[in-house]
């Protein structure tokens, strides 16, 4: 059922009203905001100009509608009417309320057999047309995947474009092409149809590129993989370019049916991967056999497919025919930076920059290192930086190249490397100032540490290093207000968490500390007690590394730590976690949901063999118990049956007394007698015998 969703736009009859199926998707989303915010031309007076100036909404080109699969949680105010999941009946009524029709079918392969019944319907309805309408087949150079070039170094055009052949897996598309160019001659000047074959999209998020740009990100992996050689050449463009050539093609409509949108690029596979690794740290790239991409669970076969394609192309119809202002009119290659940008805006993965501050042994590395894994931000200790860049330096110098291009760098290389070395020597392991800001302020404004964010554990620690480190310039902008630079806003923490705690409880935590610790964190008694003293005797003058961030309007978050155990410490974070707010990054990769996974079944099977353990201890207890009990019991039975059989004895000794007394001779005397005799009834002889020999018959 079609569900519409109205916007508060202003609805004017010169407005062409645009229909894009799958408008949530990629593509199609970044088609319709880059429409929707297109101007219409105007010819107004300066007063008329004012007021559209003023009314934007007024202004609009195009009003676009569309429907939304519902697989995608994407805010899309730029759309007018949006329909999840219309019928055949709704839908049709739709389109014929539209000037133009376009349909996306380079995301989604089934949207192929929607877009060839909304083609044949709305040419079957011509007849019904109020005016002319336009249908827009936004197709993938896929279906040139095939095409043999007559010429190695002369690229394919739009000119040829019935001699292209497509891709196995993409017969369905130019089928399609060919139907939507066949319904266009019909009657052109009532129902015009036009095939725009668009190379691999980039930019506003990604959606083909996709995976590169997360390996990078992420950084998890030390080389990114290219699949196969990397020779082909692969043709793109800037999705906001290709909407531009959408916009030009309805405001235009050129003669040409069939048109090229390719940027005037020719990056290899390889060149792309290499951009897009560097966007993070030095891009280094692998090269791996083409059927392991198969195996890459990130991968669709459509997208596996367009990466391993390889055209030279040339877009003659739109570079002859249109003046487009091209964003990125030399490819993705050249325009990296910008392109990366973009990645990060459309994605949310944006910077959070972090310092926590505090005296010796408060738990700065605890909590910063708590922070970094939930935020999955660069964990930042002048240890580790000096260490860090000491090596790369040697590293740099090592494998310096022999080139003139090269051999300025790494003479800077060999000097930075000296001068660190000499100042440590001279310092005890210590940099002086100087140099250890140089270092910091490279770390910080490394590509991981601008683009991901960082925490900083324990540094500045005086208000001149803040000063020096962060270089907080102000400049004046044109209205007079003063703002800071852009070099210091990379650097700037937008957090600064001070922690503090008694010096007795620090002295007692110190002294809790396995010896191990101890060493490793310099907490030997004078070395901490000096150290305590110095950061309490920094926190006392009136210019502090607090007062620093004060003035620039960072509010630090005060917290005060007066225990160790857990439950306290699961409360600290998630004070510092509300503060901070919601990562912006990617949630866990399918590895560490893998990972999760297995420690949460490992937990609960410790969990369960522990209840198990503790149930058969209880009932090893009880039974114990009652064993004990039974054999209390048994015991006391056993007295009571003895004392029974005492009472019964000492009850039966006259009468025994009496029996052995008066009867059993008398007895004896019958049983003789009765032996003697043998008579037919023994036991009437004996009784006639005691009868008469009874001794107390008188």
């Known amino acids: 059922m079609a569900e519409p969703r109205m916007e508060k736009l202003k609805v004017s009859p010169h407005v062409r009203r645009v229909f894009i199926n799958n408008i949530d998707s990629y593509a199609s989303k970044c088609i319709a905001q880059c429409l929707s915010e297109h101007l219409a031309e105007q010819t107004e007076t300066e007063e ?160 083909v590129f996709h995976y590169l740009f997360k390996t990078s990100w992420l950084g998890q992996e030390h080389e990114i993989l290219v699949f196969g050689d990397g020779t082909n050449i692969v043709p793109t463009i800037h999705i906001t370019d290709l909407a531009s050539v959408i916009q030009n093609v309805i ?44 195996l890459t669970k990130d991968l669709s076969t459509m997208e596996i497919d367009s990466l391993l394609v390889n055209l030279h192309m040339e877009a003659v119809h739109i570079k002859e025919l249109f003046s487009i202002n091209w964003l990125c009119e030399t490819g993705l290659v050249d325009n990296i930076e910008l392109v990366g940008e973009e990645y990060q805006k459309a994605r949310g993965l944006l910077p959070i920059r972090l310092c926590v501050l505090g005296p010796p042994a408060v738990g700065k590395s605890t909590v910063s290192r708590q922070i970094s894994e939930y935020y999955k931000l660069q964990y930042i200790t002048l240890k580790e930086t000096i260490s860090e860049t000491i090596s790369q330096l040697e590293d740099n110098v090592k494998n310096a190249d022999p080139d003139a291009e090269n051999e300025d760098s790494a003479t800077e290389a060999l000097e930075l490397l000296n001068s660190l070395k000499d100042s440590m020597k001279q310092n005890g ?24 964010g960082f925490v900083l554990d324990g540094f500045p620690k005086t208000y001149e290093q803040a000063q020096e480190l962060f270089y907080a310039e102000e400049l004046e902008s044109e209205d007079g207000a003063s703002q800071m630079s852009s070099y210091s806003k990379k650097m700037m923490p937008e957090f600064v968490l001070c922690l503090d705690a008694s010096d007795v409880f620090l002295k007692d935590r110190v002294m809790m500390l396995p010896e191990r610790l101890v060493r490793e964190h310099n907490y030997e008694q004078e070395h901490f007690l000096r150290r305590l003293a110095r950061y309490r005797g920094n926190n006392e003058e009136e210019e502090t590394v607090v007062n620093y961030f004060d003035v620039l309007d960072i509010t630090p978050l ?17 004070k510092i976690f509300d503060m901070v707010g919601k990562p912006r990054n990617y949630g866990p990769t399918s590895q560490e949901v893998e990972e999760e996974e297995r420690r949460k079944a490992e937990e609960k099977m410790r969990r369960e063999a522990q209840e198990k353990a503790e149930e058969e201890r209880k009932e090893a207890e009880e039974a114990k118990h009652r064993a004990a009990h039974w054999e209390e019991w048994t015991k006391s039975l056993e007295e009571v049956r003895q ?13 025994r007394n009496y029996l052995m007394e008066h009867v059993m001779p008398t007895l004896s005397q019958g049983l003789m007698e009765c032996c003697t005799v043998g008579p037919q009834d023994p036991v009437d002889f004996l009784a006639e015998f005691l009868m008469k020999n009874n001794p107390f018959n008188y």
């Open 48 to 207: 008329e100009e004012e007021r559209v100036k003023t009314s934007r909404s007024g202004a609009r080109a195009f009003h676009v509608v569309g429907t939304v699969s519902g697989k995608y949680d994407v805010d899309i105010p730029y759309v007018l009417e949006e329909y999840l999941q219309p019928n055949r009946d709704e839908l049709l009524s739709k389109l014929l309320d539209c000037d133009v029709v376009i349909y996306n079918i380079t995301q989604h392969a089934e949207q192929v057999n929607e877009a060839l019944w909304a083609v044949s319907a709305l040419h079957n309805e011509m007849g019904r047309f109020s005016g002319s309408k336009m249908f827009i087949l936004i197709s993938t150079v896929m279906t040139w995947a095939c095409s043999k070039p007559v010429d190695p170094d002369v690229p394919f055009t739009d000119e040829i474009f019935w001699g292209r052949k497509a891709h196995p897996n993409f017969k369905p598309h130019i089928d399609l092409e060919k139907k939507v160019v066949k319904m266009g001659k019909t009657k052109r000047t009532l129902f015009s149809t036009y095939v725009v074959a668009s190379g691999l999209q980039y930019g506003m998020g990604e959606q």
């Open 251 to 294: 405001e235009h409509q050129p003669e040409p049916y069939y048109l090229l949108a390719v940027d005037f690029s020719n990056n290899t596979l390889e060149d792309i991967v290499k951009e897009v690794a560097s966007i993070m740290r030095p891009g280094k790239v692998q090269k791996r056999p083409f059927e392991e991409a198969f």
């Open 429 to 452: 392991g210590l940099l002086d100032d100087q140099l250890l800001m140089k270092v910091v302020r490279n770390k910080l404004m490394s590509n991981p540490c601008r683009k991901q």
């Open 558 to 574: 005060y917290l005060e730590i007066t225990s160790s155990d857990e439950p306290d410490c699961l409360l600290l974070m998630q």
């Open 643 to 655: 004392q029974e059989e005492e009472v019964l004895e000492a009850e039966s000794v006259p009468m």
